[in-house]
């Protein structure tokens, strides 16, 4: 028994006419008829009881309608389903976000993923560090990751889209502040003396800053780490030190501190990772990864034409 037999079936069944059935299938009412011979003889039962005026649906033939039409039925939305998966349009994708990209981008990015591939269900994990994300990816528990480059592991596929500056977080009556105008950068040489708050030094983040510092003859001295941007925020508004971090911009920062750029003009990169896939190591991305990273790509863009 195929499809097109039980397409055939429901058409007669419904239409209880072969004529009309014909017609609504466009094709000869004698092919139609010997299509129906044919899947009686498979199913060894009448389904129609025929006269020369109608044509009834026997008891058989009712319980084969209730189950064509659930059958075409779940026919047609896989067909749908596979379609919309196969351009990246449907599915459940697993994302982590890096800890500022999960105030400032991340929003933007669902906000545009409800439009534009709206059978997406994403599951994200947010304020995670580049290590944590690696790791997560290598162990397949999440499927793609808006993180800050260099990552270790030569399985990963990353599509750098923006460069991020580094910004200094400070308490509002620190000596920086107090002797600069409003928005004027600060330098490392003015924070050189005041603790540092940081995430782990495992951080990418954490990384540049330790590098920069070195660069410029000072070594940080590292008062509280945190992997939360957000707590490491609240720790500058207590008075616990500065944070170098990338711009926090869409985070509900405190009346208590100021946001200043960095005279250095240190930046960071924010790239789409995803593992590898195939034989190999191939680089083939799946449809749905691929359209992901293009919206990502587009939502980035728009903040920044818009910032």
């Known amino acids: 028994m195929e499809l097109r037999h039980l397409r055939y079936f429901l058409a007669v069944a419904e239409e209880k006419h072969f004529g009309r059935a014909a017609d609504r299938l466009h094709m000869a009412q004698p092919p139609l008829s010997n299509q129906i011979k044919q899947l009686e003889a498979e199913l060894g039962t009448t389904l129609f009881e025929r006269t020369t005026r109608r044509v009834e649906v026997t008891e058989a033939g009712l319980l084969l309608m209730d189950r064509a039409r659930q059958l075409l039925s779940d026919v047609e939305a896989a067909e749908f389903d596979v379609a919309e998966v196969g351009r990246g349009a449907a599915g459940v994708l697993r994302v982590g976000f890096s800890g500022t ?116 003859g000072f070594r940080p001295r590292i008062v509280q780490t945190a992997t939360e941007t957000s707590t490491l925020i609240a720790m500058v508004s207590a008075g616990l030190g500065v944070a170098l971090i990338p711009d926090p911009s869409g985070l509900p920062l405190r009346t208590s501190i100021a946001v200043r750029p960095l005279a250095e003009q240190l930046t960071i990169g924010l790239a789409v990772a995803r593992r590898a896939h195939g034989d190999h190591g191939s680089h083939a991305i799946t449809p749905l990864q691929s359209a992901f990273a293009n919206l990502t790509r587009a939502a980035s863009a728009h903040l920044r034409d818009n910032a």
């Open 101 to 216: 990209a999960t105030y400032r981008l991340m929003p933007e990015v669902v906000r545009r993923a409800q439009t534009e591939l709206p059978n997406v269900r994403l599951q994200i994990s947010g304020e995670m560090l580049t290590p944590q994300m690696e790791n997560a990816l290598l162990e397949n528990r999440i499927d793609i990751a808006v993180l800050r480059p260099p990552v270790q592991s030569g399985e990963l596929i990353l599509d750098e889209f923006e460069q991020t500056p580094i910004v200094a977080i400070l308490p509002m009556n620190h000596p920086a502040i107090c002797r600069s105008p409003q928005g004027h950068p600060v330098s490392v040489a003015e924070l050189a003396d005041t603790g540092l708050v940081s995430y782990p030094r495992s951080s990418t983040v954490a990384s540049a800053v330790w590098e920069l510092y070195r660069q410029l």
